[in-house]
């Protein structure tokens, strides 16, 4: 109890830096973990004020496990592998990925050349991993932009990566705890089969028994917050049961994560938005910048051939395994799918602020990546975008249908609500009555509607509420008898994703919309159009 109030002091420090940080680079429209990782950075290398303790290292271990769970969650879709396991694009994510992991072992292994790194097999193999992955969320984003999210080029490049994380994560979260230096082949399997057996587990545990148990107890027991408890608390025992398997936490969480998938709709709605909340608030923010805090100066210590070698020849492998794996099946676009592959994420960084903790690479080293991984999060997206475009220039692109429906959430993506912002300049007055209302207000499909006076915010009126209100009152009740007051309301900069998430949680259609700087009433935004905005970006429009 002694050490609290210094761990209270950090990780207090560490979130509101991190956060004000993360308010920075969104201006820039830098990725929110550059900010993360700055703020350790600056708090600790840099300043001193906040240090790595057992304390600290608990809460950073929950965000460790938190993190993963909502990337097995989010980018994970085993259904994808069966719909291409008899297509030539299985056989050509399979070169794009035994390429660059060979590439870039070369660099990591003193196997034909050493580079001076000094790491054991099972640590050089894992980190040529993590080098090889490819970030879902950076190439989803922008596929979106440049209208190409459903079109050929598209849904192989997001495919390829989807069977990259499915077949690469766990292999690097058992690399974790694997026992000794050597890659025993019979060890390998072991843990192999370890893997899949808990997968098969978790996801029969996750489809079959959780979603009847979550919704029978919550008509029993009427507890609030029910099914978050319970999702929250099965993680954590998923965590247990892989730890008890001999292997890393971080699988059971991916693994746990990919496997709710099918959980019914009012128990994700009930569950997703405080899970995410808890995760981007203060678990993940918070797990980031612990690695800044372990980020060291001495990288030019590191012999040039290995700084030269990291950051080329992943990169060269990653362009030369689909430029194989189009020519051996025939792709089309091979320049266009091995761009959209370079990109990387936050995934790629939390895998080595796992490594550096686990003691498997140096934090020379483990610095050294955080730079070159930037240095991708930085300039992938234009690159990206600059060859798609070049693509989409010479040729009409194909529009095709498989595109998993678990990737078109990616097209909300720094989407703001200013983007959708209906300004309609004047709101139904709440001393109009509710005749007049329904008659010259009242439209299809929009059951809610923001209700203000003199610019100023006076509720939100549901249609459906009306059905109580005797039809001979309606022409003598003003509206502001029949207003839902303290509605909630959204900020013209935030993302649509979010708001999304806030009227599930408030189980509205509607929101008013402010203006950050003033609180002024600027318009409102509705579920419908949010929807439209996201059946668009799917579908290549934009």
Known sequence: MEALPETLFSVGLLIVVAKIAEGFTQQLRISSIVAYTAAGVLLGPLTGLVAVTDELGILVGIGVYLFFFLVGLDEIDVSVIATVVRTRLLIFALISIATPIAFSYLVTSDTIFDFGLGLSSRAALALATVLSLTSLGIAAKVLSDEGCLRDVLGVRILTTILIFKLLCLPLVGFMFDLQGDDLDPVTLLTLFAKVGAFGLAAYAVSSRVLPPAVLALKRVLHVPHLSFGLLLGGLFLAVAGAKALGLHGSVGALLFGASISPL??????????????????????????????????????????AVAALALVPLAGKFVGPLVGSMVTRLEDPIALSTGLIAKGITEIALLLVLVERGMIGNDLFSLLILIMFAYVVGSPPLIGFTVRRTKARENRETVDPLPASLVRFALTDISVEAILDRPGKFAHPELSVRDFVERWVVPDQPEYVIAKDGKLAGLVSVSMLRYLPKEAWATTPLGRVVRESPGSAWQDEQVEDVLYRMQELSVTALPVLRRTSGELIGSVTSQEILELLLSEGSGRR
């Open 264 to 305: 019914p709709y009012q128990v994700r709605r009930d569950v997703l938005p405080g899970m995410r909340s808890m995760a981007d608030g203060l678990f993940v923010p918070l797990f980031f910048a612990s690695g800044g805090l372990q980020v060291s100066f001495a990288v030019s210590e590191l012999p040039f051939s």
